[in-house]
């Protein structure tokens, strides 16, 4: 289980936005987790991955604390891949940097063997998510955030790609966690959809999403 337990966050300067915030992810199951721009969803996501240290509250996976070194079990992918590649490297060596991504991983996410000779740059955001994807789907992963993962996509694609990785995930016992601001997507994906308007405590104002 990736528990999130009485999370409190806010920014510098202003109030919190995540205000005694608990969340729970089983280890192969598929959570949503909605709510309007402001709320602090990508806030939330990155403190479960470890991205953020929250003012309050504790991050654990199967009751112990989530490490911050080694190979962490929980990873956090975003909507924008161009962002976590380095642009002068070739698609092989981005692969490379994080674990040997097996040939099966890569058929299974829909990559090609002629884009891996490819920059960045001369991929398209689909086929550039696709290895990002990739690159996180070491042997230890147990969890896996997607913050908006697919909203930049064509409607295909998006299909293509959530479709491919949550067939990934239920083979090997990945927990997901899919935050949108679009409750019929993660009705398709999901067994559980948590609202993180209800789950956070009201009365405070709330500046970042």
Avoid at 51 to 76: F, M, N, S
Avoid at 85 to 111: A, F, H, K, Y
Avoid at 145 to 170: F, G, H, N, W
Wanted: glycine share 10%; with cysteine; net charge neutral.
């Amino acid at each position: 289980m990736l528990s999130a337990r009485n999370i409190t966050f806010g920014y510098r300067g202003h109030q919190p936005i995540l205000n005694h915030v608990t969340l729970e992810v089983a280890e192969g199951g598929r959570t949503g987790l909605v709510a309007p721009s402001g709320y602090g969803k990508s806030t939330l996501g990155k403190i479960m991955a470890g991205w953020i240290r929250p003012r309050h509250g504790t991050v654990e996976v199967d009751g112990k604390p989530l490490a911050r070194t080694g190979v962490c079990p929980v990873q956090y992918i975003n909507q924008n891949p161009e962002l976590s590649v380095n642009p002068r490297w070739r698609m092989r060596e981005v692969l490379v940097e994080c674990w040997d991504v097996d040939q099966e991983t890569r058929d299974s996410l829909g990559i090609e063997d002629a884009w891996l000779e490819r920059f960045p740059g001369e991929l398209s955001g689909g086929e550039l998510q696709r290895f990002c994807i990739a690159r996180v789907l070491h042997p230890g992963l147990r969890y896996l955030i997607a913050d908006e993962m697919t909203t930049m996509l064509d409607p295909l694609t998006q299909a293509q790609i959530c479709t491919r990785l949550v067939a990934l995930a239920s083979q090997r016992g990945i927990g997901l966690l899919f935050i949108s601001h679009n409750p019929a997507l993660l009705k398709r994906l999901c067994t559980t959809i948590i609202r993180l308007d209800e789950i956070n405590v009201p009365g405070e104002v709330r500046v970042a999403s």
